[in-house]
C-alpha cells in the first residue's frame, strides 16, 4: 500500500547526484540509514554504472547479507562484472575468499594503505570500468576510523579525494557514517568536506521506531534543507526505503 507523497530514497536529491562530488549519509545506533548507501549503489549499478565498496566493518558473507536488505546481490554483481570490492578488512583480519573482483591488500598499515588501494584501482579496477560511471562507497567511514585511528583517517580521505578527482573525476564517493562511534569533531569534518550531506535520527516511542531523514546540504543552486519521515517496507529491494517530506521547501524561487 502506498502512502500518500511517499517517494523513494534516491529522489530526495531532485536531480542526478553531481559528478565528482561526496555524498555522507551520518545516522546513530539505531537508525536503519546504514541501508541507505546499498539503496543508491544499487540504484546506480541498475542504471548502468560500476559499484566500488572499499569494505572495513564486515567479513564478506556478512557484507552480502547486508546488502540484501535492499535487493542488492553483490556476489551476482561481482560475477557480472558491475561492481569491486577492495576488502580491507579480510586483508586485516585474514578473512579471505577467492572471489571474483575482490581485492586484499598483502599488509594493512595506514602509512601505505592509500598507495596500496591506488595500485589496485589503477591495475585492477580501472580496466574493469571502462567508461562507466564509478560509484565508491566506504563501508563504513567509521569502521575505518576504528582501524586505522580517527586522525589518520581523516588524512587518508582527503589524500583518497585529491587522487580521485585526478583518477576517477566522474565518480562519486559515498560515507556512510555511525555518529554515535566516533567524535563530533570527526562528524564536523566529513560534513565540511562533503556536497551532500544526509542526517538520519531515530527515537524509540510508544509506537515504536520513528525516524527522521533530513537532507542537510546539497550543491543545487535551488537547495532548500528539507525533512523526511522514513521507513522500510517489506521485502529485500531497493524500493523499500520510503520517505515522506514533512516540511515544505522555500528557496530562491520560492515555495517549491
Known amino acids: 500500500m ?4 511517499e517517494i523513494l530514497i534516491q529522489e530526495i536529491f531532485k536531480k542526478e547526484i553531481m559528478p565528482n562530488s561526496i555524498v555522507s549519509v551520518i545516522y546513530d545506533t539505531y537508525s536503519s540509514a546504514w541501508l541507505i548507501s546499498f539503496a543508491l549503489l544499487k540504484n546506480e549499478i541498475d542504471k548502468g554504472g560500476f559499484g566500488i565498496i572499499s569494505n572495513y566493518n564486515l567479513p564478506l558473507p556478512n557484507l552480502f547479507r547486508a546488502a540484501e536488505f535492499v535487493g542488492l546481490d553483490l556476489s551476482a554483481e561481482l560475477e557480472r562484472g558491475n561492481a569491486a570490492i577492495i576488502d580491507v578488512f579480510g586483508s586485516k583480519y585474514g578473512s579471505r575468499f577467492n572471489l571474483k573482483n575482490v ?18 584501482y589503477e591495475n585492477r579496477i580501472k580496466p574493469l570500468l571502462g567508461d562507466r560511471k564509478a560509484f565508491r562507497v566506504v563501508y563504513t567511514l567509521d569502521g575505518a576510523a576504528l582501524m586505522l585511528g580517527e586522525h589518520m583517517t581523516l588524512k587518508l580521505l582527503n589524500q583518497t579525494i585529491a587522487v580521485k ?10 560515507l556512510p557514517l555511525n555518529k554515535d562511534v566516533v ?13 551532500y550531506v544526509i542526517v538520519a535520527s531515530s527515537k524509540i516511542g510508544d509506537e515504536g521506531l520513528e525516524e527522521r531523514l533530513h537532507l542537510v546540504k546539497s550543491p543545487l543552486e535551488e537547495f532548500a534543507p528539507s525533512t523526511y519521515t522514513m521507513w522500510t517496507t517489506k521485502g529485500k529491494k531497493a524500493e523499500r526505503l520510503r520517505v515522506k517530506k514533512l516540511t515544505p521547501e522555500f528557496g530562491p524561487l520560492g515555495k517549491q
Open 103 to 120: 581485492f586484499y591488500l598483502n599488509y594493512v598499515d595506514p602509512e601505505t594503505i592509500n598507495p596500496k588501494i591506488d595500485m589496485i
Open 183 to 195: 567524535s563530533q569533531r570527526f562528524v564536523a569534518w566529513v560534513t565540511s568536506i562533503s556536497e
Open 165 to 174: 578527482t585526478k583518477l576517477m573525476p566522474n565518480s562519486v564517493l559515498v
Open 2 to 5: 502506498n502512502i500518500e507523497g
